[in-house]
């Protein structure tokens, strides 16, 4: 199984950012799929979800900025990232999840004040 995040960079604050999560090895269709971050010295914490079924939770500091989607074609999720803040600033990792939990390498996203 892999999940190849990517997208993340540098940006001033109230820019945006589009980050993507290919995936093989498993079937994505199936799979909810998730957004989680983890900033300097504190938890990881789940920033947006997916399911299979196209229902979508978003973390209330994300809610009405941040915008998760999935592409089943190309077993590719997306969280399109607008007014991002500093305090967005994170490595932000993808998660797959039906029977088992699988975890993708991150990309840093950093928010410059």
């Known amino acids: 199984v892999q999940l190849q995040a990517s997208g993340g960079g540098l940006v001033q604050a109230g820019g945006s950012l589009r980050l993507s999560c290919a995936a093989s090895?498993?079937?994505?269709?199936?799979?909810?799929m998730s957004w989680y971050r983890q900033a300097p010295g504190k938890q990881r914490e789940l920033v947006a979800l997916i399911h299979s079924g196209g229902s979508t939770y978003y973390a209330d500091s994300v809610k009405g900025r941040f915008t998760i989607s999935r592409d089943n074609a190309k077993n590719t999720v997306y969280l399109q990232m607008n007014s991002l803040k500093p305090e967005d600033t994170a490595v932000y990792s993808c998660?797959?999840?039906?029977?088992?939990?699988?975890w993708g390498q991150g990309t840093l996203v950093t928010v410059s004040s």
């Open positions: 090895g498993i079937v994505f269709s199936a799979n909810a």
């Open positions: 998660s797959a999840n039906r029977n088992l939990r699988y």
